[in-house]
């Protein structure tokens, strides 16, 4: 909601386009649009505020692209100590993206953050198999992906970085969870889950020294 003057004036944007608007000024009574509604319009389009994709409804990678070349444009132009006050904030008061951004930040891995990725995990799990302690057929899908997504994301950097016993640890938790979680896996994404762990652990005992091997086997 935008004023101008001593009226209220209400724009509604629907995927970045105008749907409605709104001023308490008696000239829009009969369905007319009014002087306040075209200052506010111009005012908003001066600041550079028309920026259709910030807003925009992700449903394909094309309009993922969009918005996501929006948001880099709306922190690049924000002021940065504003940017890190924000991100404080929200760090703070989410632990997974603590956790996710001190990796990327390059800091150090410690135990305590390999067990805040486990019960990650574990929370996946809890929350598919919900009352019932079941994934069924409908359920297994998503269930499979937000694991492989922690692969490719997560154990993936770990890799990138050396954290070869981190990333191992990681990977070895999902390999036994998927194991004894009880579902319907009639589309087989727990054997092709366990092959992408496997082509993994192949890949880190390339990457180690023999005593690194040796302590993983054990």
């Known amino acids: 909601m935008l004023s101008a003057e001593d009226y209220e004036v209400e724009i509604f944007l629907d995927e970045g386009k105008i749907s409605d608007m709104y001023c308490s000024c008696p000239y829009v009574e009969n369905g007319r649009n009014c002087k306040h509604m075209a200052a506010v319009l111009y005012e908003w389009k001066e600041k550079g505020n028309t920026d259709d994709n910030l807003f925009i409804r992700v449903h394909t990678v094309q309009t993922y692209e969009k918005k996501k070349e929006a948001v880099r444009k709306l922190v690049e132009e924000a002021d940065i100590s504003a940017v890190r006050d924000f991100l404080t904030v929200v760090l ?106 496997f082509q993994l652990w192949i890949e880190l005992l390339s990457c180690i020294e023999a005593d690194e091997k040796q302590e993983k086997f054990n």
């Open 92 to 197: 703070v008061e989410n632990e997974k993206l603590l956790v996710h951004f001190n990796r990327i930040a390059g800091g150090k891995m410690k135990e305590e953050d390999i067990e805040r990725y486990v019960n990650q995990i574990d929370d996946i799990a809890k929350h598919y198999l919900g009352r019932e302690h079941f994934i069924n057929y409908y359920k297994a899908h998503g269930f499979i992906s937000k694991l492989e997504d922690i692969l490719a994301e997560d154990v993936r950097r770990m890799m990138d970085h050396e954290k070869y016993m981190s990333a191992f640890k990681l990977m070895n938790h999902i390999f036994v969870l998927i194991g004894d979680v009880d579902k319907d896996d009639s589309d087989g994404g727990t054997e092709m889950l366990a092959e992408q762990i």
